[in-house]
């Protein structure tokens, strides 16, 4: 008869067979975490982009001219100059920025979900990513 009860410890098979299950239970959770942080990463890098490149656009149809760099879009407010029927100029001042809710640096300059400030081209209006990897986005 078996005793259920038996008061004998584990043998070191079944302790090794236990922290094998647990090991690769933890490898599983843990590469499926990580990649589905660098999904999220990554599709908050595309939206970014896509704020960013709409807002460089923006910035050269209201000022007639491409930002000197990123910084321009997080810190100026959107300005419209118009002529009324006299001719007379007058401003409309939007209340916000071309870039509202991004993270910025210590010196005020954007950076992706990675952490790294965008590359920025003022001659060309390009930005794109300087996160390894996702150079060409």
């Known amino acids: 008869m078996i005793n259920v009860f038996d008061q004998r410890g584990r043998t070191l098979f079944e302790t090794l067979l236990v922290l094998v299950l647990v090991s690769i239970l933890m490898y599983t959770f843990i590469e499926r975490y990580t990649s589905s942080i660098r999904t999220i990463k990554e599709n908050a890098l595309i939206l970014e982009l896509s704020n960013l490149r709409t807002a460089i656009n923006m910035y050269a149809t209201i000022n007639g001219r491409l930002p000197s760099s990123l910084k321009d879009l997080v810190a100026e407010e959107i300005v419209v100059t118009k002529q009324d029927l006299k001719g007379e100029e007058f401003k409309i001042v ?44």
């Open 94 to 137: 939007f209340r916000g920025r071309y870039v509202e809710a991004m993270t910025v640096d210590e010196e005020g300059y954007p950076v992706d979900a990675f952490g790294n400030r965008f590359f920025y081209d003022p001659e060309t209006g390009s930005v794109h990513s300087t996160t390894e990897g996702y150079e060409r986005w």
